[in-house]
């Protein structure tokens, strides 16, 4: 089909270059008519691709049901809990931002006792010191369902049910699964390697990755 659509936009190119300037509707009809075609089918093309169900786009982008994850949080701290400066100065040290687009928006800390976990807290006004991101760094961390790293992809999948984006083109991991709860503005996404559990994350679903 993209073989189809690249040689009409060829043909119409080819038109609109020998006739430009003197383009007369009547004498070069068959090149409009290819443009009008070509317009139609690149609609078609694009209504399938990005909004039909069934879709590649709508399959990777459709809402799931939404999963209960109330109960997760990491070494006691959850996503969309509002970090005293005062708790942050006793419990955690600073990371520097490692990305300079998100140097305005987040700051980076490290618990200095509690089991190694990296966690985000916004700086913005709107959502000062919220948590808005946490990712597991210990093997001894597991979520509030009993996951850790080294699961299988059955295990999380049958502790925290089906109702998940199955991620299999991550850029980050040969498989991410993504659960949500939308009652709840938290997205819990694990990353997974040869089927072992590589990567928990906890994010606000306001803050998180498509």
Known sequence: MIIVYLVLAIICLMVITAF??????????????ALVLLVAMMAIFFRQTFFVTGSPYHEIHKQVASTDLSSESVNGVKIDQVLSTAAQKKDFKSKQVSDKSLQKEIKVLIPKKK?????????????????????????????????????????????????????TKSDRYEQEL????????????????????EMIWLTALDKAPI
């Open 178 to 197: 993504v659960y949500e709860d939308r009652d709840n503005n938290i997205e819990l996404r694990f990353g997974f390697w040869d089927n072992k559990v």
């Open 20 to 33: 430009y300037g003197k383009i007369n509707i009547r004498k070069h009809w068959i090149g409009f008519a």
């Open 115 to 167: 089991e190694k976990a990296t966690y985000w807290v916004s700086i913005e006004d709107a959502d000062k010191n919220r948590v808005i991101h946490i990712e597991y760094g210990s093997d001894k961390l597991t979520t509030s369902r009993g996951i850790k790293f080294g699961d299988s992809v059955d295990k999380v999948t049958s502790t925290y049910g089906s109702a998940y984006r199955n991620l």
